[in-house]
């Protein structure tokens, strides 16, 4: 088959191009590596007729177990340490003359080469093969670099050589076409006309501001204007939304996909959309943006219903505490005069003689008689009720202006029937005085929530209200009431994947734990427990856990923690004989290190003739990154805004940023020096924690904090460090918990380092993540704060009196029973976490956070309560755990500065950004920096390495594997930007100047 590739779509960046398709340069340890042979490989070289012919044939096998590919090279091409190597090693006693290969001699090679190591050379058979492959690759994911990777990895594993660059660009793109096409005919043979106007109007230019720009600016508060904005948003994306509920099954297209298709629209403009791309394109884009965005609407009013109704009930309580203080006060005035009244009993001058009456009216004239009749027939907590209801009255303006128009654009879905009815009631409400027919209320609310008028009951419809929508919010929170259209608020049970899909998506997950029956899991657990157990008490009793002591005055346990190896003093000793240089020296040198900058690639390939300005990418990741703005970093940068705005529209995407960071990631943990970064051999220590960053301009995420804030609004960047290096990071709302993300920043780590340990404070912990962690092969260390606290989370298996003479006693027995009825539902999770097709972090929430009663939570929380068990115990019998959970804090902590001055270069410590898109953009910038700044120091530490082990220097080389490459003092980022040719920092140059200056 033959494929037409189109020129300007690269399927591989340069540096994946030069890694598969370009011959290796061997370096010495590669040379032992891929030219030692074995008996086999020997017997195929000396089958070559000539000398020339055997050398060739080490050379292609050495290039073949390097990259599984042959290179038809001539001799001049090969380095001559390489040539040189192979003619020693193998030929030392023949006088060799390399002459050059004839074509049947080398196809002939390549092709005895690859059977013996069980390869089949590259047919054009195999297209189709490859290209239906594609074809279901590209309904997984439409960017042509993933395809094209997968695809490359699938021949790898079928044993199949890859085909030259050519072949594998046509395929990819015949799939994307062919993708694009079947796409094409299905929008035009589903779209009806008049869904075609509906989603045009969209796009039309009849008003000052399309429909469409209206909807893609966020609401900046919970405020009563912006939330009718969002109301109106969500008005007009409805049917719309019904569109696509229809019609994107029909497409067949995934998450993934519909992800990438949306993000087009923050690309083109509504101009672009309405003339300058073919309409089925923008039927597409259209329907995929707005089926996200309608969702995150709703989230958003599911949200800010919260917001308010706990803002209301907050007032609520405030009002009926000072209005229960002044009836106090009330009634301590009115007791006095009851301590009058009843001194008439003990007056020795009344007479005895005087009538009842006479004393009666006396009684009057201290107090009247209304008076006396409501003191000795008010009930006290009657009385506290009404002050209660009185106070919801209070807020009733509230309500009206804050939550109703909430309500009428929510679609409710409840287990608990009265709520859906009292819900349904008040949407489909007309009139809102003298309501005298409404739904059942509980009998002891019928005095607060009604009241007679004219002989009949009427409702008091604010305290009505007011009483469903905390109905409303308690069933929210306890996972009774649900929302099928919104991304963070579905039912749990639609979130799980089938029962009959479980088995196959665990048996596809790489953790080998998640394949386990949870039978077999909890057995290895609970063996594990009381080996611990045993192990901690013998040790503990023989006094042999130096770290521990036990306060007998206050009865608790307390830990030594061992004193942290200070090198403050002797990184800065080092760094001060770096030279300074310009941030854009920096960049410009990682790049032509790990040519990350062409991971930007443009949001439209196939059109764009010519590669990106490195210049004009590098001003606007500057730019976002450090918070100085496009406009801004023109002036700096000497670089036309137009030109700045353009690039920041179609090159900085997430997806490019991430991939930028995850080829700077890989760099690095190629260098000889980062093994030496790890606390343990083959070990590495991921840890997570949050920053706090104010918004310059907010958005809902956005929350106040008057200690991290000041007077204005911010959000977390929560980020995953391991070995120095930011792996990825979130940004997260400054009001949600961390724990919930934290197995998702982890699980979802795309680059080539994977950390088996997780460190975090202790607001890592919820009742799910020690298990999730557990089931995905790793292992969740808090930094605990207080550990005699942590004794109370130790369980055993069973027979818990056979723990009587210990002096540290479990605190219950794991309901095993529980554990393994419900062991489908358990695996149904693993299944559900492990596919990524849901949010985990907001799965993982519901899981922790839903109050009704449910079986599967609770055996989740009793296996969780083993695990946590288990690792408390390991925490106690080892300080190393204590010591590296603390290290490898104390490193985020120091990337956090890193981060912090990135920010504040040209102002404040904030991110800029008008929608949560742009400020994401911002966040992935600053790390990228960041991570460039940690690379650059990274190769010259690397360099010194190499220099202090090839001299055998013990006393230089332990000390440079102590140097942490998180430090900034020689890097300049503010002035005026100067790109040149001549940027790329000569680094050897640099470290020979280092050794001279500290020998």
């Known amino acids: 088959m033959k494929h037409k590739p189109n020129e300007h779509l690269e399927v591989l960046t340069t540096a994946e191009q030069a890694a598969y398709y370009e011959p290796p340069d061997f370096n010495e340890e590669q040379h032992y590596e891929f030219l030692t042979l074995s008996q086999n490989e020997l017997d195929l070289v000396m089958s070559r007729g000539s000398w020339s012919a055997r050398a060739y044939c080490c050379l292609q096998m050495a ?62 058979q195999f297209s189709d093969h490859l290209l239906n492959k594609a074809n279901e690759l590209v309904k997984l994911n439409v960017n042509q670099q993933f395809i094209a990777l997968e695809l490359l990895t699938c021949l790898k594993q079928q044993k199949i050589i890859r085909p030259q660059y050519t072949t594998l660009q046509g395929i990819v793109i015949t799939a994307i076409n062919s993708e694009k096409f079947r796409i094409s005919n299905l929008l035009i043979e589903q779209i009806t006309p008049e869904e075609s106007k509906l989603i045009l109007a969209l796009v039309s230019n009849e008003r000052t501001l399309s429909d469409l720009a209206a909807i893609k600016q966020d609401a900046k508060d919970f405020k009563p204007r912006m939330m009718l904005q969002e109301c109106r948003k969500l008005n007009i994306m409805h049917p719309i939304y019904l569109i696509t509920k229809r019609i994107l099954p029909e497409l067949s297209i995934s998450k993934n996909n519909i992800s990438n298709y949306g993000t087009f629209i923050h690309y083109y403009s509504a101009y672009d959309l309405r003339q300058h791309i073919k309409v089925e394109q923008s039927y597409l884009y259209i329907l995929c943006y707005i089926h996200q ?145 409404f739904p059942n209320l509980p009998p002891r609310l019928l005095p607060y929530l009604t009241r007679k008028v004219n002989d009949q009951t009427v409702l008091v419809l604010n305290r009505y209200e007011y009483w469903v929508y905390r109905k409303i919010q308690d069933s929210i929170t306890s996972g009774d009431t649900y929302f099928k259209d919104s991304l963070l608020y ?129 001003a606007c990741i500057l730019a976002q990154g450090m918070n100085s703005g496009i406009a801004n970093m023109a002036n700096i940068a000497n670089i036309q805004y137009n030109t700045l705005q353009d690039t920041y529209l179609a090159r900085l995407r997430l997806a490019t940023l991430i991939a930028a960071n995850d080829m700077i990631s890989n760099s690095i943990s190629q260098m000889s020096i980062f093994p030496h970064y790890s606390f343990e051999f083959g070990m590495l220590h991921g840890a997570v924690d949050g920053q706090k960053f104010n918004m310059a301009t907010p958005t809902i995420k956005a929350r106040h904090g008057k200690k991290y804030f000041g007077k204005g609004k911010g959000v977390v960047a929560y980020s995953l460090l391991c070995n120095h290096v930011p792996l990825q990071t979130y940004l997260l709302g400054s009001n949600d918990h ?64 056979k723990y009587d003479n210990y002096d540290i006693k479990p605190r219950g027995e794991i309901n095993r029973e529980l554990i393994l009825s419900e062991s489908e539902n358990l695996e149904r999770i693993i299944a559900t976490l492990g596919s990524g097709e849901v949010s985990q972090a907001s799965l993982i929430k519901k899981l922790c956070t839903y109050k009704q009663e449910h079986k599967t939570r609770e055996a989740l929380y009793e296996l969780d309560k083993l695990v946590r068990s288990n690792q408390i115990l390991q925490y106690l019998l080892d300080p190393n755990i204590i010591s590296t959970t603390h290290r490898s804090q104390n490193r985020l902590e120091s990337y956090h500065q890193l981060r912090s001055d990135i920010a504040q270069a040209y102002g404040k410590k904030h991110l800029i950004g008008k929608t949560d898109w742009a400020l994401e953009i911002s966040n992935q910038c600053g790390r990228l920096i960041a991570n460039v700044i940690i690379h650059y120091n990274s190769m010259i530490l690397s360099k010194l390495y190499d220099r202090y082990k090839s001299e055998n220097n013990q006393k230089a080389f332990k000390m440079l594997k102590k140097i942490s490459p998180i430090a900034w003092q020689h890097i300049h980022f503010q002035g005026r930007l100067v790109f040149s040719e001549s940027a790329v920092i000569n680094l050897d140059e640099i470290v020979k100047n280092i050794e001279l200056a500290i020998r």
């Open 63 to 124: 290039y073949f177990k390097a990259v599984n590919l042959f290179f038809k090279v001539t001799w001049s091409d090969v380095s001559n340490k390489t040539v040189s190597f192979i003619l020693e090693q193998y030929f030392y006693d023949q006088k060799i003359k390399l002459s050059k290969i004839t074509d049947y001699e080398y196809y002939t090679q390549c092709t005895a080469i690859a059977q013996l190591y069980g390869f089949q050379m590259w047919e054009s």
């Open 293 to 437: 965005r309608f969702q995150q609407i709703i989230d958003n009013l599911i949200i800010a219903f919260g917001y308010h109704q706990r803002h209301a009930q907050d007032k609520v309580g405030e009002i009926n505490k000072q209005a229960i203080a002044a009836n106090a006060i009330e009634q301590s005035a009115g007791m006095n005069h009851m301590k009058q009244l009843v001194r008439f009993y003990v007056d020795e001058s009344l007479s005895d003689e005087l009538s009842f009456g006479d004393i009666r009216q006396k009684a009057f004239n201290i107090l009247d008689k209304q008076a006396i009749i409501k003191c000795i027939s008010e009930d006290s907590s009657a009385v506290d009720n009404m002050i209660y209801w009185e106070s919801v009255d209070k807020v009733a303006t509230y309500l009206k202006s804050n939550i109703r128009c909430l309500i009428q654009n929510l679609e409710f879905s409840s287990i608990k029937e009265e709520l859906s009815e009292a819900i349904n009631w008040l949407k489909n409400l007309k009139i809102k005085h003298n309501i005298t027919i």
């Open 490 to 618: 579905r039912n749990l049970s639609d979130e799980l994947v089938a029962k009959d899909k479980k088995d196959a998506i665990r048996q596809k997950l790489t953790a080998e734990t998640a394949k386990k029956p949870i039978s077999k899991q909890l057995d290895e657990l609970l063996a594990k427990s009381n080996q611990l157990w045993k192990k901690f008490h013998k040790l503990y009793r023989q006094g042999k856990l130096k770290h521990l002591y036990y306060d007998e005055k206050t009865k608790k346990l307390h830990m030594k923690r061992s004193a942290l190896p200070k090198q403050d003093k002797i990184e800065h000793s080092l760094y001060e004989h770096f030279p300074f240089q310009d941030i854009v020296n920096v960049i410009k040198t990682v790049h032509k290190e790990c040519r990350f900058l062409d991971s930007f690639s443009h949001v439209q390939p196939r059109y764009v003739k010519s590669e990106a300005n490195l210049d004009h990418l590098i």
């Open 738 to 801: 961390e724990s919930y993300f934290a197995f998702d920043i982890w699980y979802n780590n795309s680059s080539e380092i994977n950390p088996q340990i997780l460190t975090g404070d202790m607001h890592i912990l919820n009742k799910a993540n020690s298990v999730i962690m557990y089931w995905f092969d790793g292992e969740l260390y808090p930094r605990f704060s207080n550990i005699d606290n942590q004794l109370q989370h130790l369980y055993c298996d069973k027979w818990l009196d």
